[in-house]
């Protein structure tokens, strides 16, 4: 597709319970972002690959999140033991970006993620 | 500590008029500039950029201003269209830490015929 696609779009879960959110970035995308975005407020860096290398990982909450890329195409954003904190919109971006030129970073619509 | 900020949470501006949005920001290290908009149940959908070494870039209706002095950047929409209404949100990079992008809280955009 033309876009960066993120599945599910809504994932509901019970306290407790592992999920795991997909995204496809823009093919030819070298560098690929997630993002955290609660009600009311702008998206919260999360992590960030170039191709399969996690270079930043800084924003990750706790030790219960855990990212990968491994072929440096799709990426997979788990959260373990779920917690009521967890819900939130999850956003995934995609950029031709790296560390010689600013390229802007075009988003998905993001998975809605509701722990009970 | 939010680094970059939106202090209008809200704007209201009539069709054809200017919307003038406002950010700031504290980082002196931040050098690339961007604003996004985004609709309901919408990922953010990037409109226009700048970069530290200019102060002022022009994409169609969307014109994005730097003062770097001041440490504020604005985004003017001419003429503002209904499609404008939406929550737009500023956000900045610095190369230490590149691709981090940090977001303001974004202000609600609303225009009225």
């Known amino acids: 597709g033309a876009g960066v696609s993120q599945s599910p779009r809504y994932k509901v879960a019970k306290r407790g319970q592992d999920v795991a959110l997909r995204c496809d970035p823009i093919s030819g995308h070298v560098s690929l972002f997630w993002y955290q975005q609660a009600l009311g407020q702008g998206p919260e860096f999360l992590t960030y690959?170039?191709?399969?290398?996690?270079?930043?990982k800084s924003g990750l909450p706790s030790d219960r999140f855990f990212a990968e890329r491994p072929e440096g195409s799709v990426s997979t954003l788990k959260i373990q033991r779920t917690q009521q904190e967890d819900s939130a919109v999850y956003l995934c971006a995609s950029s031709r970006w790296d560390r010689t030129s600013n390229q802007p970073q075009h988003f998905g619509d993001g998975t809605r993620l509701s722990i009970l | 500590d939010q680094q970059v900020k939106q202090n209008s949470p809200s704007l209201s501006v009539q069709e054809g008029r200017i919307s003038i949005l406002n950010c700031d920001y504290t980082n002196s290290m931040f050098d690339y500039f961007l604003w996004y908009k985004k609709y309901p149940a919408e990922g953010p959908t990037f409109l226009i950029s700048i970069s530290s070494i200019k102060d002022k870039n022009e994409d169609g209706r969307f014109t994005v201003f730097l003062n770097k002095s001041a440490k504020h950047l604005s985004l003017h929409i001419v003429p503002s269209q209904p499609g404008d209404s939406a929550v737009y949100f500023c956000a900045a990079s610095a190369t230490d830490s590149w691709g981090k992008l940090q977001f303001g809280a974004g202000t609600q955009v609303v225009v009225t015929p």
């Open positions: 690959f170039q191709n399969e290398a996690q270079l930043d």
